[in-house]
């Protein structure tokens, strides 16, 4: 928890979109991506993976730490954003092994959400952009925030 040390995000400009950036993050992207982007009411999270903060790569490939790793990170971004896991509306689960992983995935999206569920859908995947290959899941978030 406490992952992020500040995210910088134009409050302002709420009816354009703006960049939620990882400069000042331990979340470290190796593509030019930004770690997010608001637009208007929602905010959009780019690929969230189980790395462990100030890494670029997953280190093992072991779901269940992985997983625990994922959430940690997710958490991290959403208390930087002062928002909980109840403003998660929507989640894209890419996992590169659906059928091995998804129990073990779904205890602790279960222990996360609790009874606040967000839309979801789940797909296997082969390649996670990962050069180390390790990747077992990655999360596309979208973030209801009307503040």
Do not use: C
């Not at 092994?97 to 296997?124: C, E, M, T």
């Amino acid at each position: 928890m406490g992952i992020l040390t500040k995210i910088k995000m134009d409050k302002k400009a709420k009816k354009q979109k703006s960049m939620i950036s990882s400069k000042n993050s331990d979340l470290v992207h190796t593509s030019p991506i930004p770690l997010g982007v608001r637009a208007g009411d929602f905010v959009f999270l780019s690929a969230v993976r189980g790395v462990k903060p100030g890494t670029a790569f997953v280190e093992e490939a072991d779901p269940e730490l992985q997983t625990i790793q994922l959430f940690s990170n997710l958490e991290g971004i959403l208390e930087s954003l002062e928002l909980s896991f109840d403003s998660v509306v929507k989640v894209g689960v890419y996992m590169k092994n659906l059928q091995r992983d998804r129990l073990i995935f779904n205890k602790y999206w279960g222990d996360n959400f609790g009874d606040s569920l967000p839309a979801r859908h789940a797909v296997q995947v082969s390649d996670l952009g990962d050069e180390k290959g390790l990747t077992l899941f990655l999360l596309d978030v979208t973030i209801y925030d009307p503040r």
